[in-house]
Antibody, heavy 123, light 108 residues
Framework: QVQLQQWGAGLLKPSETLSLTCAVYGGSFSGYYWSWIRQPPGKGLEWIAEINHSGSTNYNSSLKSRVTMSVDTSKKQFSLKLSSVTAADTAVYYC?????????????????WGQGTTVTVSS | EIVLTQSPGTLSLSPGERATLSCRASQSVSSTYLAWYQQKPGQAPRLLIHGASSRATGIPDRFRGSGSGTDFTLTISRLEPEDFAVYYCQQYGGSPPYTFGQGTKLEI
C-alpha cells in the first residue's frame, strides 16, 4: 500500500523560505504526478504545484514567482520551497499523488495523500 | 482559471436521509476531469469519485457522482454517521491551476 510521509519546518518568520519534503513508500514513483496542496485554517483547498518523475513542473500562477519543486527519484522524494513567506502562507500543507492517462484524457484524482504539515508564519 | 462553486455551503441532515451536493463550474469541464473528496476534521482529504461518476477504490455504493459540462452532483443515498464531513469538488482541466470548490459542510 502506497504511503506518503512528509516533513518540514512548522514555524517560520516572515520573509523566510518554507521547505517541505514528501517521501513515497510502497509504490512506484514513475508514471505519477506529485502535488502540493495547502489549506489555510478553516478554509478550503488550494493546489500549489506539481512535478512528475522526470522533473517536469507546473505551478499555480498565483504563487509561481515564489514556488520551486524538485524531485529525487533515487530516494522517491519530492520537495517544495516557497520563498518570502507571509502570514497568508499559514496553512496545513499536503502532498498528494495522482495519475493522468494522457491517451484517454482521464484524471484519476488524488488518491494518496500525506498526513499534512502545519506551517505557521509569525514574527 | 476555472472557478468551482459548491452549494449549499452547509447542509443539515439526519442519518438515513439523502444528501445532494452541487458543484458548478465557471466554464465547461470534461467529466473525465472532475473529482470529489471527503475531508474530516484533522484529516487529509479522501478521494471519493473520479471521472465525475466513478467511485474510487473502497468507496461505498451509497456515494454517487453525476453531471457534465458545468453542473456536477454528488449524491449520498442513505447517510451514515461517518458521512458527516466537508466535501470538495475539484477540476483537473488539463492545465493548471487545478482548482477546488470552496466545500460543502454536511452536518447532523
Amino acid at each position: 500500500q502506497v504511503q506518503l510521509q512528509q516533513w518540514g519546518a512548522g514555524l517560520l518568520k516572515p520573509s523566510e523560505t518554507l521547505s517541505l519534503t514528501c517521501a513515497v513508500y510502497g509504490g512506484s514513483f514513475s508514471g505519477y504526478y506529485w502535488s502540493w496542496i495547502r489549506q489555510p485554517p478553516g478554509k478550503g483547498l488550494e493546489w500549489i504545484a506539481e512535478i512528475n518523475h522526470s522533473g517536469s513542473t507546473n505551478y499555480n500562477s498565483s504563487l509561481k514567482s515564489r514556488v520551486t519543486m524538485s524531485v529525487d527519484t533515487s530516494k522517491k522524494q519530492f520537495s517544495l520551497k516557497l520563498s518570502s513567506v507571509t502570514a497568508a502562507d499559514t496553512a496545513v500543507y499536503y502532498c498528494a499523488r495522482y495519475f493522468f492517462d494522457s491517451y484517454a484524457k482521464y484524471y484519476y484524482g488524488m488518491d494518496v495523500w500525506g498526513q499534512g504539515t502545519t506551517v505557521t508564519v509569525s514574527s | 482559471e476555472i472557478v468551482l462553486t459548491q452549494s449549499p455551503g452547509t447542509l443539515s441532515l439526519s442519518p438515513g436521509e439523502r444528501a445532494t451536493l452541487s458543484c458548478r463550474a465557471s466554464q465547461s469541464v470534461s467529466s473525465t476531469y472532475l473529482a470529489w473528496y471527503q475531508q474530516k476534521p484533522g484529516q487529509a482529504p479522501r478521494l471519493l469519485i473520479h471521472g465525475a461518476s466513478s467511485r474510487a477504490t473502497g468507496i461505498p455504493d451509497r456515494f454517487r457522482g453525476s453531471g457534465s459540462g458545468t453542473d456536477f452532483t454528488l449524491t449520498i443515498s442513505r447517510l451514515e454517521p461517518e458521512d458527516f464531513a466537508v466535501y470538495y469538488c475539484q477540476q483537473y482541466g488539463g492545465s493548471p491551476p487545478y482548482t477546488f470548490g470552496q466545500g460543502t459542510k454536511l452536518e447532523i
